[in-house]
């Protein structure tokens, strides 16, 4: 795994945030970042969170494992599953705005979460038109799509 790139340190940082402390962050990812390269991460623990850097890469997990998205930003759409029997969805979406954002700022996150349920493969994908008050996102900004292979 080549650590220079954010989306693989981001990842190596969220699985080690769970077995440590101290693995911090210096906040979420910019929305002009442009996606990062396909870059596959093994996460072995029983609980993980992606965010804006697990954009475009794939994410391992073991049967039983819950997975969270927090997506930075109010305006995008929850995380959906491309196979429920795979990657199950626990509960209904939640969005926490921040209390500091003026009104139509977008700040905040919605965050979704999946329990494995089976091996396969499953896509979580987001999306959204809307990057700030009155700001059209770029193309490269209005999806979001991790793969995440579940090991039996």
């Not at 609980?47 to 049967?63: I, P, Y």
């Not at 929850?78 to 209390?99: F, H, N, Y």
Request: with cysteine; aromatic share 2%; glycine share 10%.
């Amino acid at each position: 795994m080549n650590l220079r790139r954010p989306a693989a340190l981001a990842l190596t940082c969220a699985a080690a945030l769970l077995a440590l402390t101290g693995c911090g962050s210096k906040g979420a990812a910019t929305a002009a970042s442009a996606p990062a390269p396909t870059t596959t991460a093994l996460i072995t623990p029983a609980a993980v969170t992606a965010d804006e850097h697990a954009n475009h890469t794939t994410l391992k997990v073991a049967a039983g494992a819950t997975v969270s998205v927090q997506l930075h930003g109010t305006y995008w759409s929850a995380v959906s599953s491309s196979a429920g029997d795979v990657l199950a969805s626990v509960g209904a979406p939640t969005t926490a705005p921040s209390p500091s954002c003026r009104p139509g700022g977008g700040c905040g996150t919605v965050t979704t979460s999946f329990t494995a349920r089976t091996a396969g493969t499953a896509h979580l994908t987001a999306s959204r038109t809307a990057c700030g008050e009155a700001l059209n996102c770029s193309p490269d900004q209005r999806s979001y799509d991790v793969t995440v292979e579940v090991t039996g």
